[in-house]
C-alpha cells in the first residue's frame, strides 16, 4: 500500500502511481473539469493526461513535491492535488482538479488548507502561489479559505487569471 503524503479530517493525498491512468483519464474526460483548465472545455486527450501522469510520478520520486491522488478517507479517488513548480511567477503553486461529483463539498478548501500547512511544515520556502481563471470565483474562494492574499491579475496563456499568494509566516 502506498504511504499517505498527508491526511485531513476526510480526505488522503497519496502518490500517483503509473497504473493510475484510468483514474486520472476519468478526471478529465468530464469537460466541465476541465472548464477552467488546459485544453478547456472538452475531454483531455490521452496523451496529454499519460504526459501529466508522467509528469507526476517523475517530480514526486524527484523532489517529493507533485500533484497527488486525492482520496476520500474510505479510498475513493475524488481528483488530484499538490503543489508542483511554476515560472513566470517563479514559485511552487498549489493546484487542485476534483471530481465534479466532489464539487461543494468542501474537499477543496480542506485540501488546501492542509496542502499549504504541509508544504511550509516540510519545506524552507518564503511562500506558496496559487492562481486561477479571473471568473472561477469559487476556486478564488477556495485560495481566500486557505488563507492566500490577492497578489495580482495578469493574462496567463491568453487567459485573464488572478493570482493569490500565502507567506510562511500568515500560514502558522
Known sequence: MTEDILTSERLRIV??????????????SDPEVNRYLSPGLVPMEAAEVER???GYVFEHRRSGL????????EGDF??????TWMTEPDGYELG???????W?????????????????????NRYLIAFACSEHEKSL?????????????????????TFYRIER???F
Open 52 to 54: 501529466r501522469l508522467q
Open 141 to 161: 474562494k477556495v485560495m481566500r479559505n486557505a488563507g492566500f492574499s490577492h497578489w495580482f491579475d495578469r493574462e496567463r496563456h491568453g487567459v485573464p487569471c
Open 104 to 124: 461543494g463539498k468542501g474537499y477543496a478548501s480542506e485540501i488546501a488548507t492542509a496542502l499549504t500547512g504541509w508544504f511550509f511544515e516540510r519545506t524552507d
Open 96 to 102: 487542485y482538479s476534483l471530481k465534479r461529483a466532489a
Open 78 to 83: 475524488i481528483g488530484r492535488a499538490g503543489v
Open 15 to 28: 502518490p500517483f502511481e503509473d497504473a493510475d491512468f484510468p483514474l486520472l483519464f476519468e478526471l478529465h
Open 169 to 171: 509566516n500568515e500560514a
Open 66 to 73: 507533485s500533484k497527488w491522488k486525492v482520496l476520500t478517507r
